[in-house]
């Protein structure tokens, strides 16, 4: 083991390439010194230093440990702000599930400044529905994520943030008659079949519309499930069915596909932010960050 204090000995020597200017610097004697050097020479097996009456110069093998010593020892210098950097969480790494809805509002924007501010954390992004998030949060292979719910549902032992809230809309067959009303009333909807995600990836969101025909008095026509909101409204393109999806979708344009408030439709969906009790420092700042940006 070589300590530091060998390895500023050395650079004060390699670059002032005299044992008493170097012994100055270094608030010491020059015997002490001589004796250091002579220690790391033996520790090394090699001599760091060719000398001479009348002067002092680096060996081959001093001028291989020079660049070596001076890195080592930057690093050892920076090791204080590199901590306290982690222990305020403005350094590491952050790795975050979301599911696809949250990219059409201001997701995008976020990360983009949460990574200009805190370039030191390494930031890791996962397209992941709940189903997939809840065992990598498990396995400790996530630590934050972006999900959709029925309004006040969380997983348990999770904190949430809630990011925004907002009415589920109708997206339908443009061909069909009902695509040329502005609005449309419960009834008129109940027999259409249904495109729908399936339950495991958002399952409060899933009771919530099948709640909403069992208030009518009804039971879903369920004609196709799919996972993600894009495929869903491709498949209601190809006139395979309506769909219930966030009011925020309808920035996703698609041929053949209108999208209508129903009156009396299902209660509105919520996107959050969910991160595990026991969250490190970097998770704290993001979800400040996050909050801050909803607040303002």
Request: glycine share 8%; hydrophobic share 50%.
């Amino acid at each position: 083991m070589i300590e530091l204090r060998s390895l500023r000995q050395f650079l004060a020597l390699a670059e002032e390439l005299h044992f008493g200017r170097a012994a100055a610097r270094l608030h010491m004697t020059q015997p002490p010194l001589t004796q250091a050097i002579q220690k790391l020479e033996v520790a090394l097996g090699v001599s760091l230093f060719e000398r001479s009456s009348r002067s002092v110069a680096l060996s081959p093998a001093g001028e291989a440990l020079l660049p070596q010593a001076r890195q080592m020892l930057a690093q050892a210098q920076g090791l204080p702000a590199l901590v306290q950097a982690a222990a305020k969480g403005e350094s590491g790494r952050l790795r975050l599930g979301f599911v696809s809805t949250v990219g059409y509002g201001e997701l995008p924007r976020w990360l983009r400044e949460f990574r200009e501010r805190f370039p030191a954390i390494a930031l890791s992004l996962r397209e992941a529905t709940l189903d997939v998030q809840l065992p990598d949060f498990a396995s400790g292979e996530l630590d934050l994520g972006f999900i959709i719910h029925a309004p006040g549902a969380c997983p348990p032992g999770f904190e949430r943030l809630r990011i925004a809230s907002e009415p589920m809309v109708l997206a339908l067959s443009s061909e069909l008659a009902l695509a040329k009303q502005a609005s449309l009333r419960a009834e008129q909807v109940l027999p259409l079949p249904l495109v729908i995600f399936p339950r495991a990836i958002a399952p409060s969101l899933f009771d919530a519309v099948l709640g909403f025909y069992q208030a009518q008095g009804a039971s879903p026509r369920i004609e196709q499930e799919a996972i993600q909101m894009q495929t869903i409204v491709n498949l209601v393109s190809a006139g395979m069915g309506a769909a219930w999806v966030p009011a925020s979708v309808q920035a996703l344009v698609r041929v053949g596909v209108s999208y209508k408030p129903v009156l009396g439709g299902p209660p509105s969906c919520e996107t959050s932010l969910i991160w595990p009790q026991d969250a490190a420092p970097t998770v704290r700042r993001f979800v400040e960050h996050i909050a801050s940006r909803i607040s303002g």
